[in-house]
């Protein structure tokens, strides 16, 4: 019907925009500014590591380099929460750009999970860093394979978001019950403790949540060079790709009358 | 269709910027907001109970290029709906909308301002918005300052703005955005009158552009000093469109009706309360009063220069020898627009029967927009001596029709210019 608006052309500017903008303002009004998104990871993990490098035994927990893993699991656990919190609440949050002009909706959605990556992409120099101070290098398949998971999560989170963002203007309900839902996957995705310590038949039911997956085969690739089989990555991506696709036509059906329900 | 015609067709489409055809948006009201799963659960299994609002009813119309197109109506008569739809905020439930052209929405100014960032970044921010490029943005960056007014502040975070400098901000980038098609939802009464003068320089210079304008209001004198056409929305039903001034005229009748039936409830109050309570001391006691148009019929609204008629019936209950009565008319905002009496007029009133009507014509009532108020007495020989007085026991309201709207004062005296 309007065919008219695919002619504007700076689409990706305008998403550009936004997620800059938003990352300017998250920082804005405090001394040290964007050395927050370095300095938070940068905190966490000296404490995790004082925590569980010196009060437990490393014996204990499978690995030398279990502070290692711990991050960035963490790191990717986080961005999963943040981008998908973001994305969720992205059509509320901006809802003068959808009561009072046309924009695409997935233009907000889009930018509030750049915005999400954007501090990912800070806390990866900070994990960086930590692999340089415990003299430790990963083999080229393993970067790789955690660069593709790293996409991974950030499509699985355009679509959640895809999914939840014209849903959650009508149902405030959604952020209560996510919140829970992460704090349960949280515990349930191998962070803090490796999937071996668990029976078999648990450890195969967790791996269904891709998060669980993502988080268990980074660790293990990074610091123990095992990588999941061929067909289970294949799978996988099939099966993210498959929600990315549903996610749109759920998109398509709900964003047509969100400006109505805001 | 020979080939001719199929030519013309095409050249009519071509010169229509936006065509609406049978567009119809319906609102569902629940009764109980459902904006909970578990409301959402709860009344998944009961009979759902929402309202359907009709917003928008079957309305088609064109707008061609280069017009400055007015859509009037009352609150809630569907036209903010209409400009929403014609925006693409909004999809509209039936209908088809096709816009030639691309389109600045001007439904509010400052759409994505942040009052933390400066006024620069905001500058970025909204023209992004907008649809402009950032090439684009580079390149009128200087003039959407200047036309601004705010070349020194431009650096300083916006929260520092006063707000009528954030509506002159605002407003620049808006202006600058140069779409082919503006939508505005009554965002010219803004800024200080010399902002608002050249605002108003600027949409007509929008217009000898050959663009398009559509404006939403219900304040009638802007379509009449800028539109070519207007539209009139009532209840999300097109009532009228067309010339600008006959769509303007079709409104003030409609809502002089609308004042007409508030009006007449209140003035049968006030007569009661003034008149017939402390009855049995009076001499002589005002029964009635009518405002009668030339086809009798009783009004509270009339328009200038209309023939208008009133009687004030009384009724006679002690002795008197001489009977004398009076009216006023004020202005709502003070001051006396005339005042007359039978003694000052030296007409004799018969008070021989009990009840009587007296009247007052006037041929040609040349009082201009506005309320006004009405006080009636009546006594014998001595005007200070009421034997009744009804103070402010009717209120008028007059409606100018055509250009007599644009005049100031109270009074229509006519006139003429010349020039030797």
């Known amino acids: 019907m309007f065919e008219t608006f695919k002619k504007h052309e700076n689409f990706r500017e305008l998403v550009w925009m936004l997620a800059k903008t938003d990352f300017k303002l998250r920082y804005n009004n405090s001394v040290l500014g964007y050395l927050w998104a370095l300095l938070k990871p940068l905190l966490m993990f000296l404490v995790l590591n004082f925590v569980f490098s010196s009060m437990f035994n490393p014996k204990n927990t499978g690995s030398e380099y279990y502070s290692l893993q711990l991050i960035t699991a963490l790191m990717m656990f986080n961005f999963f929460s943040e981008g998908t919190n973001a994305g969720m609440g992205s059509l509320l949050s901006k809802a003068q750009l959808v009561t009072k002009i046309y924009v695409p909706r997935w233009t907000i959605i889009i930018a509030s999970t750049i915005n999400a990556g954007m501090i990912y992409v800070m806390n990866l120099?900070?994990?960086?860093?930590?692999?340089?101070?415990?003299?430790?290098?990963?083999?080229?398949?393993?970067i790789?394979?955690?660069?593709?998971?790293?996409?991974?999560?950030?499509?699985?989170?355009?679509?959640?978001?895809?999914?939840?963002?014209?849903?959650?203007?009508?149902?405030?309900?959604?952020?209560?019950?996510?919140?829970?839902?992460?704090?349960?996957?949280?515990?349930?995705?191998?962070?803090?403790?490796?999937?071996?310590?668990?029976?078999?038949?648990?450890?195969?039911?967790?791996?269904?949540?891709?998060?669980?997956?993502?988080?268990?085969?980074?660790?293990?690739?990074?610091?123990?060079?095992?990588?999941?089989?061929?067909?289970?990555?294949i799978g996988f991506i099939v099966i993210v790709v498959t929600v990315f696709v549903l996610s749109l036509f759920a998109y398509k059906k709900f964003s047509a009358t969100v400006a109505e329900y805001i | 269709m020979n080939k001719n015609q199929v030519k013309k067709s095409q050249k009519n489409s071509e010169n229509i910027a936006i065509s609406v055809k049978n567009v119809s948006k319906t609102f569902r009201i629940p009764h109980e907001k459902v904006d909970s799963l578990r409301s959402a659960a709860v009344s998944a299994f009961k009979k759902q109970s929402y309202e359907e609002f009709k917003a928008l009813d079957n309305v088609s119309f064109e707008v061609k290029k280069g017009e400055f197109f007015g859509i009037i109506g009352r609150n809630g008569s569907g036209k903010s709906t209409l400009l929403k739809i014609l925006a693409g905020i909004y999809k509209p439930n039936r209908g088809k909308v096709k816009i030639d052209g691309m389109i600045s929405?001007?439904?509010?100014?400052?759409?994505?301002?942040?009052?933390?960032?400066?006024?620069?970044?905001?500058?970025?921010?909204?023209?992004?918005?907008?649809?402009?490029?950032?090439?684009?943005?580079?390149?009128?960056?200087?003039?959407?300052?200047?036309?601004?007014?705010?070349?020194?502040?431009?650096?300083?975070?916006?929260?520092?703005?006063?707000?009528?400098?954030?509506?002159?901000?605002?407003?620049?980038?808006?202006?600058?955005?140069?779409?082919?098609?503006?939508?505005?939802?009554?965002?010219?009464?803004?800024?200080?009158?010399?902002?608002?003068?050249?605002?108003?320089?600027?949409?007509?210079?929008?217009?000898?552009?050959?663009?398009?304008?559509?404006?939403?209001?219900?304040?009638?004198?802007?379509?009449?000093?800028?539109?070519?056409?207007?539209?009139?929305?009532?209840?999300?039903?097109?009532?009228?469109?067309?010339?600008?001034?006959?769509?303007?005229?079709?409104?003030?009748?409609?809502?002089?009706?609308?004042?007409?039936?508030?009006?007449?409830n209140q003035t049968i109050k006030s007569?009661?309360?003034?008149?017939?309570?402390?009855?049995?001391?009076?001499?002589?006691?005002?029964?009635?009063?009518?405002?009668?148009?030339?086809?009798?019929?009783?009004?509270?609204?009339?328009?200038?220069?209309?023939?208008?008629?009133?009687?004030i019936g009384y009724e006679i209950l002690g002795e008197c020898n001489e009977l004398n009565f009076g009216i006023g008319l004020h202005s709502a905002f003070g001051g006396q627009i005339f005042g007359y009496n039978t003694q000052m007029d030296e007409y004799r009133v018969d008070f021989e029967k009990k009840h009587g009507e007296v009247i007052i014509e006037f041929e040609f009532m040349p009082i201009l927009q506005g309320e006004y108020y009405v006080n009636i007495a009546c006594w014998g020989n001595v005007e200070q001596n009421h034997y009744d007085f009804l103070p402010r026991c009717k209120t008028l309201m007059f409606f100018a029709i055509g250009n007599k709207r644009r005049y100031r004062g109270f009074f229509d005296i006519s006139h003429k210019w010349n020039q030797l």
């Open chain 2, 271 to 311: 007569i009661d309360s003034n008149g017939l309570q402390n009855r049995n001391q009076k001499i002589v006691t005002i029964t009635d009063i009518h405002f009668l148009d030339k086809n009798g019929s009783d009004k509270s609204v009339f328009a200038t220069g209309e023939y208008m008629k009133i009687s």
């Open chain 1, 125 to 142: 120099i900070v994990i960086v860093g930590f692999f340089v101070w415990k003299q430790f290098l990963p083999s080229f398949e393993a």
């Open chain 1, 144 to 233: 790789v394979l955690f660069v593709l998971f790293s996409f991974m999560i950030y499509v699985l989170i355009v679509a959640f978001s895809f999914f939840t963002a014209p849903l959650y203007v009508r149902f405030r309900d959604l952020l209560m019950i996510w919140e829970v839902l992460l704090m349960i996957m949280l515990y349930a995705s191998p962070i803090i403790y490796p999937l071996s310590v668990l029976p078999m038949n648990v450890q195969q039911v967790l791996l269904a949540n891709p998060m669980a997956f993502i988080i268990h085969f980074t660790k293990e690739s990074l610091i123990n060079n095992h990588f999941p089989d061929a067909w289970q990555l």
């Open chain 2, 105 to 264: 929405p001007f439904l509010e100014l400052g759409i994505g301002f942040n009052p933390e960032l400066s006024g620069r970044d905001n500058v970025y921010l909204n023209a992004t918005v907008l649809g402009m490029t950032k090439k684009q943005i580079d390149e009128k960056f200087d003039n959407i300052v200047k036309f601004s007014e705010l070349e020194r502040f431009i650096d300083q975070k916006l929260k520092n703005y006063s707000s009528g400098m954030q509506v002159r901000l605002a407003f620049s980038v808006s202006i600058h955005a140069n779409r082919d098609i503006l939508l505005m939802d009554e965002v010219l009464a803004v800024g200080d009158s010399n902002f608002q003068s050249k605002c108003l320089t600027e949409f007509n210079k929008y217009r000898d552009m050959g663009r398009t304008v559509v404006i939403v209001t219900h304040d009638i004198s802007v379509v009449q000093r800028y539109c070519d056409r207007a539209m009139l929305l009532q209840n999300g039903e097109m009532i009228k469109i067309g010339n600008a001034d006959d769509v303007v005229d079709t409104y003030n009748h409609k809502n002089m009706d609308d004042v007409e039936k508030i009006l007449n």
